[in-house]
């Protein structure tokens, strides 16, 4: 399927509806309509509606969506129907988090390697996987074809690890890290930090 | 200052630009263009024209935004220049981490209460708080004067938490379990679940 472009907005709701579906999913709803979808995840069933139509017409009037093709449909247009290896710097209490997070991730997006520069921390399991050194990175990227990279190492060294994925091929970028990283603009990086999470929700307070 | 009613993608940028001003203003930078803000934060300039014109003309044609000026406005309207005590449910690796993180919650946005169910957790030490039970969630809350709660609990007990975080009378809950919880319409909730935003890099591969 030729998608059209998206909006950004639209990108970072998709992966919500299809959380969401996947528990429908799992306790086997078949149907749901976006007034549903709308009041489980606080979204207008309008905007529902129109974010789902940019990719054809989905639903059906006075019956909705079916669960399963859009679970189908959601994961083919966020190509989740792709392999997607993830790499993860900084084996901390973050980093083993997420690895602990693994389980939940099905379809073909996993965390398959786990680096750090810390003589402590390597040859530590995480989660099945051996935190390997950092002169490891580049091989074992290419090795495993890793597309995207987590940072979850303290602020002042996340610039050098954004480096070396970058180095190493890496496509993507998920920066845990509360500091602003710099990479060339092919490289896509998205920064999830959980203190403007906070702060955002900081402003509804009193409203 | 009476601000208008934002739109939630403004209000969750502001944290954004927020940061990158407390990282200039360390830097000892005094003034800012909406092009370096851009090019940094990789947002369109006129975007962010918009978004900070929504409270007033702060920048100079010419010149652009005195940064100690805009954070003092932006830590306005978010209103983080409140008192907003936080509580965390869940001591595991996510909720160590994110009390580690406490330092570099500024502002008097503060974690002040860890509870954990596990008696193994209760008593231990994280960044200078007490692991304390679920039975005193209620009373510390309280005491506190907490305002917003964080889940980082598994995702199946989320929903007991996010109750008794209600219950206690917090306004807001910072839910990182990957599950939707229910609350009543007057509690914000907002997800922050790592696997969205992973889900959400995907889209930009090989774009």
């Known amino acids: 399927m030729k998608t059209p472009k998206i909006s950004?907005?639209?990108?970072?709701?998709?992966?919500?509806?299809?959380?969401?579906l996947n528990e429908l999913s799992r306790r086997s709803v078949q149907m749901v309509s976006s007034q549903d979808l709308g009041q489980k995840l606080d979204l207008n069933p309008a905007q529902i509606r129109k974010d789902l139509a940019y990719f054809g017409e989905f639903?059906?009037?006075?019956?909705?969506?079916?669960?399963?093709?859009?679970?189908?449909?959601?994961?083919?247009?966020?190509?989740?129907?792709?392999?997607?290896?993830?790499?993860?710097?900084?084996?901390?209490?973050?980093?083993?988090a997420l690895c602990n997070y693994n389980a939940y991730l099905k379809d073909n997006m996993k965390i398959v390697a786990v680096f750090d520069s810390?003589?402590?921390?390597?040859?530590?399991?995480?989660?099945?996987?051996?935190v390997l050194p950092?002169?490891?990175?580049?091989?074992?990227?290419?090795e495993h074809k890793?597309?995207?990279?987590?940072?979850?190492?303290?602020?002042f060294e996340a610039q050098l690890v954004a480096n070396?994925?970058?180095?190493?091929?890496?496509?993507?970028?998920?920066?845990?890290?509360?500091?602003?990283?710099?990479?060339?603009t092919e490289i896509r990086v998205h920064h999830a930090d959980f203190?403007?999470?906070l702060m955002s929700l900081a402003y509804y307070l009193d409203h």
Not at 123 to 129: S, V
Not at 147 to 152: E, F, L, P, S, V
């Open 118 to 130: 810390s003589p402590d921390k390597i040859g530590i399991q995480m989660n099945n996987l051996t």
């Open 195 to 197: 203190t403007t999470e």
């Open 134 to 142: 950092m002169t490891a990175l580049g091989e074992s990227i290419k």
């Open 8 to 20: 950004e907005a639209v990108v970072r709701r998709l992966p919500v509806y299809l959380r969401f």
């Open 146 to 155: 890793v597309r995207i990279g987590i940072i979850t190492v303290p602020a």
């Open 164 to 184: 070396q994925f970058v180095e190493a091929g890496v496509e993507a970028i998920l920066n845990f890290a509360p500091v602003i990283i710099k990479v060339p």
């Open 59 to 96: 639903g059906k009037k006075g019956i909705g969506y079916d669960v399963a093709y859009l679970i189908e449909k959601i994961r083919q247009i966020l190509k989740l129907d792709q392999t997607i290896p993830v790499a993860l710097v900084g084996a901390g209490n973050l980093g083993r």
